[in-house]
């Protein structure tokens, strides 16, 4: 059980943290051998909740909750490191229950260790792992459940979870250098809109200023760069709101099944930035499938599985329709080819893979090959992002430096 609670350590400070233990008395020990004066103890239930109805929390464990609540649903370390312990303790030999007692003292995620010690609870009640998972479907999705489910009726949980940890694993590893791959130019469009923003508020008024005790006329250019610096400089809060307001309906938008559509839709036509798209979804939807057919999950519940991890409502109904065939009777090949989602090489291979019944060995396979693909399309798309950046921030610069000379240099014309 969880137990939530407030203590005094020995200097006198505020201690508010949860603890793991069969019972309140075991509780009360484990707080008390930890040199902690107990002021308030009681029982957290987090299958229903975070908080209590009536409980005051303080702004700051509010913002520790909500940051750690966030970083579990964004980040898939936690699984992937969760997996990889529990993998090799099954392997040494440990019960379940026992391995996953060991684990939980060693999260450092609260919200995390939360969902693994109601885990274990249920596991002492007589539920299964799968079952126990199952009840936490925003953190475990149902690929990594009817895994589990599979593990459990072969006998083979171990090797299943470790598998999934190496998928996890990977997953992490492509998502950090999708990320780190567009740091840099992301780093240079944020410098170049800053620079841009200094010139224009703080450089441009003062020579703006002495243009105007010159009481000459000036020419277009200087005239709409001025505009826009007085506008930057007295109403630069307006920018601001219209692109708060902009994400916000983007995002009530893309929440509504016609705008998620065309958005899933739109984002397989975008130039330069579709291929590299419709890359990560023949990865994911091949190394998924091929992973969840290799660990003997039925075909049908397989596409079932992919159809949610590929992230395209548009794709989602081609794997539907796939599937649909499928059940007809129709080849796992043949059903793909008609969905047009694939290139005709994976096709082929998927057609050799059916014939030489090693179909899931295939799918692992393409979706090996196109990671090193995707990895060569990240680096390729942000070579090209840099000098269009580049050119860009030049072609500003250039611009603003032009209103600034055009006037100097008619008042120097007439001036001979």
Do not use: C
């Amino acid at each position: 059980m969880i137990f939530q609670y407030q203590a005094l350590d020995r200097s006198g400070k505020n201690v508010s943290d949860f603890v793991d233990a069969p019972s309140e008395m075991s509780a009360r020990q484990k707080i008390r051998g930890q040199g902690l004066y107990l002021v308030k103890l009681q029982k957290h239930e987090v299958s229903r909740g975070q908080a209590a109805s009536g409980t005051k929390t303080s702004l700051k464990q509010v913002a520790q909750r909500i940051s750690d609540i966030v970083s579990l649903k964004f980040s898939t370390k936690q699984i992937g490191l969760f997996s990889r312990q529990l993998a090799t303790l099954l392997k040494a030999g440990l019960p379940l229950p026992v391995a996953i007692t060991d684990i939980v003292d060693q999260i450092d995620n609260k919200h995390f260790r939360n969902v693994i010690a109601d885990i274990k609870e249920k596991l002492e009640q007589g539920s299964s792992f799968s079952n126990a998972l199952a009840q936490h479907r925003v953190v475990f999705p149902e690929m990594y459940v009817s895994m589990v489910r599979v593990g459990e009726s072969l006998g083979s949980l171990d090797q299943v979870i470790a598998r999934l940890a190496d998928l996890e694993e990977k997953q992490n590893i492509m998502t950090s250098k999708i990320r780190s791959a567009l740091y840099y130019p992301g780093f240079m469009l944020l410098f170049a809109m800053a620079v841009t923003a200094f010139l224009m508020t703080n450089v441009i008024p003062t020579i703006a200023g002495m243009f105007e005790e010159q009481k000459r006329e000036l020419p277009l250019v200087t005239n709409l760069i001025i505009w826009i610096s007085n506008f930057m400089s007295h109403f630069w809060y307006v920018p601001i709101l219209l692109a708060a307001i902009l994400v916000y309906l983007y995002y009530r938008y893309v929440q509504t099944p016609r705008g998620r559509r065309k958005i899933d839709d739109l984002k397989l036509k975008i130039p330069l930035a579709s291929n590299l798209y419709r890359r990560l979804i023949v990865y994911r939807f091949t190394q998924n499938l091929g992973i969840l057919l290799s660990n003997k999950v039925d075909l049908i519940k397989s596409f079932e599985i992919v159809k949610k991890i590929v992230g395209n409502v548009v794709i989602e109904e081609k794997i539907e329709e796939a599937a649909a065939k499928i059940r007809e009777g129709a080849s796992v090949s043949n059903s793909l080819s008609k969905s047009e989602f694939l290139p005709k090489l994976v096709l082929g291979m998927i057609t050799a893979g059916e014939a030489s019944d090693n179909l899931d060995t295939m799918l692992v396979n393409i979706g090996n090959v196109y990671e090193t693909e995707l990895d060569l399309a990240v680096t390729s798309l942000t070579s090209l992002i840099e000098p269009i950046i580049i050119i860009i921030m030049g072609l500003v610069i250039a611009l603003i430096v032009m209103s600034v000379i055009l006037p100097i240099t008619q008042m120097n014309l007439l001036l001979q």
